[in-house]
Structure formats: structure tokens, C-alpha cells
């Protein structure tokens, strides 16, 4: 099962609470941001890929609405959500697929590239999102995107590659597109006339080995704009915009092309997630938060 891909990667992250703090503090001087600039928080509230709840900041959400659905594939890591907060009353858990393709995926790994890119251009996404009909004030998705259809390039699922990395990861970006695109109509239906919609996701990731000085393709032309000062990241848009034309954005990344032109996009706020620092690995993903409204 490809669920079994993100029960294992969320135990791995269970613990990261600490470490991910400056993260948390960060959404919050977001939030706060969005309330200067549109309305402040209230109402109902809506979570994507809540997960462990460790990148989301709790205190403030549970302060600011009265009622808070989490959603994700991964019913454990909700629970460990819901271990974190003060006022469980006012949480409640939806345990689905976004993609709504985990059952029709099999186990890729005995298959031809051809065969399992074949399957991915057939494929067409029916996000559980359905299930939900309510209306929502404030949507947010949590760091999500990029790991809708990972689980298939991990080694248990991955396909015999013949022919290196070509036809199966072009469809499976093409599929990802999909996707996105079935999972923003979905919000376009859920958020309230005046609601806010919080896209966070990874968009660049900065990895170093620190023995090896190898590093991600990202990681030096970003380092270099921003003279390794986190605090200038968000100035650098044209670096950004010259990486992804580059492709060395973290596929799932992109905000889906038409559904982007449904939304209105309010702000952009560009922030560093210190992801992991030890004596071996460095690493930072660049979170891209896009702050959309409807477009009336
Ligand atoms: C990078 S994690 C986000 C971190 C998470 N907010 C936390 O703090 O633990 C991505 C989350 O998306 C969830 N996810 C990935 N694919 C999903 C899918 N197809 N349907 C629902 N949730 C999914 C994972 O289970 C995971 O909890």
C-alpha cells in the first residue's frame, strides 16, 4: 500500500516538535500578517496533510477558531495531532486520500518503465475531498503537495528504470498536475465566499553532505542570491523563476496553471524550514506560502 510510504515517513518525524519550532513560528508571523492585511482568523478551519501537526502551530489555530477539521491518509499521526493540543473539543479527523489513487496503484516494482508510465498517463485523480461538504473560513494546506505520489519513486515502489529517469517521471509530474488541479477545484468548492486559502509547500530543497561537500542542485544558486542570509530569501524571485525553469524545484512544487487563474493571489510569502542538521546532512527546504483568495 502506498499509505504504508507516509505511515513510515511521519513515524520518522514524530519527534522533530522541537526542532521545528522556528517553522511554527514563522506561520504565525504569517497569520498574523494575513489578519493586518485581509481579516483576521475565525470560524472554521480546514487542514491538509495535518499529519503529526508538528509544522502547524497549534496554540494559535486552536485560539483563533472554533471548530478544526485535520485531514490526512495517516490516521496515527492525527492522533498524535490531536495528543498536542489543548481543546480537542474542537477538533475532529478525516482520514482520506487527496489523490483518491492509492487502491488503483499496485506495487510498481517487477514492472517495465514503459508499462508503469502507461499506467500513470491512465490514471485520473477522484480526491476523498469529495466526501467533505461543509464550508470552510480558512483552508491550509501543510507542506503536502510534494508528497502526493513520492511513495512511487521510494525503492519498494519504483518501477525497473531501463531506460534512465525519463518516460515514468515525466508522467508521473504530468499525473501530480492532475492531481493539484482535482485537489484546488475541491477547495474552490469548500472556502466560504470571503475565506482564506494557505498553500504551504516545499518548493526547493538545500541538502548538503557535509563530508562529501556534495550537494542538491538547488542548494549553491540559492546560497549565492541570498549571500547565505535566510532573512533576504524573500528578494530573490527572479532566482526562483530562472531554478524552475531549470526543473530544480521539488516536483509537486507548482500551483496548478488554471486553477491558479481561479484564485487571487494575495501574497507570497517566501520562508526557510531548517529541516534536519546533523553531524552528516544539512538540510532546508525553501516553503513557498501562498496567501489566495476567491477571485470575485
Ligand atoms: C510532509 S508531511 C507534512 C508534515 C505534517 N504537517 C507534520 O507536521 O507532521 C505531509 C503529510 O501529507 C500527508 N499525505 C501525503 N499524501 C497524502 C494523501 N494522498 N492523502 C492524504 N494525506 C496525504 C502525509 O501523511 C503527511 O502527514
Not at 28 to 55: M, V
Not at 95 to 119: F, R
Not at 274 to 293: A, K, L, Q
Amino acid at each position: 500500500m502506498l499509505s504504508t510510504a507516509h505511515v513510515n515517513a511521519n513515524a520518522d518525524t514524530r519527534d522533530c516538535w522541537n526542532d521545528w519550532s522556528s517553522l511554527r513560528r514563522t506561520y504565525r508571523g504569517i497569520f498574523n500578517r494575513i489578519s493586518e492585511i485581509y481579516k483576521p482568523l475565525g470560524g472554521k478551519a480546514l487542514l491538509l496533510g495535518a499529519g503529526n501537526g508538528n509544522d502547524v502551530d497549534i496554540d494559535y489555530l486552536e485560539a483563533a477558531f472554533d471548530e478544526i477539521v485535520l485531514v490526512d491518509i495517516d490516521s496515527e499521526a492525527l492522533e498524535c495531532f490531536l495528543s498536542k493540543t489543548r481543546q480537542s473539543k474542537k477538533f475532529s479527523k478525516v482520514v482520506i486520500d487527496l489523490t483518491g489513487l492509492y487502491s488503483k496503484i499496485p506495487d510498481l516494482k517487477n514492472m517495465s518503465e514503459n508499462k508503469a508510465a502507461a499506467l500513470m498517463r491512465s490514471l485520473q485523480p477522484k480526491s476523498g475531498l469529495a466526501k467533505i461538504e461543509e464550508q470552510f473560513d480558512f483552508i491550509m494546506g501543510c507542506n503536502y503537495a510534494t508528497q502526493l505520489l513520492g511513495p512511487t519513486f521510494t525503492s519498494n515502489y519504483s518501477p525497473r528504470i531501463d531506460s534512465g529517469i525519463g518516460e515514468f517521471l515525466q508522467e508521473v509530474n504530468f499525473l501530480t498536475d492532475r492531481v493539484l488541479k482535482d485537489i484546488f477545484t475541491h477547495i474552490k468548492r469548500l472556502l466560504k465566499n470571503d475565506g482564506i486559502f494557505v498553500h504551504s509547500t516545499d518548493t526547493f530543497e538545500l541538502k548538503m553532505n557535509k563530508l562529501t561537500k556534495q550537494t542538491s542542485p538547488a542548494t549553491l544558486p540559492i546560497l549565492q542570491a541570498i549571500g547565505n542570509d535566510y532573512r533576504r530569501l524573500g528578494d530573490i524571485a527572479s532566482t526562483y523563476h530562472e531554478l524552475r525553469n531549470r526543473s530544480m524545484h521539488i516536483s509537486g512544487s507548482h500551483v496548478p496553471q488554471s486553477e491558479s487563474d481561479d484564485y487571487k493571489l494575495q501574497k507570497l510569502f517566501v520562508i526557510p524550514w531548517f529541516f534536519e542538521e546533523t553531524e552528516v546532512v544539512s538540510r532546508v527546504y525553501i516553503n513557498f506560502v501562498y496567501f489566495f483568495t476567491h477571485k470575485n
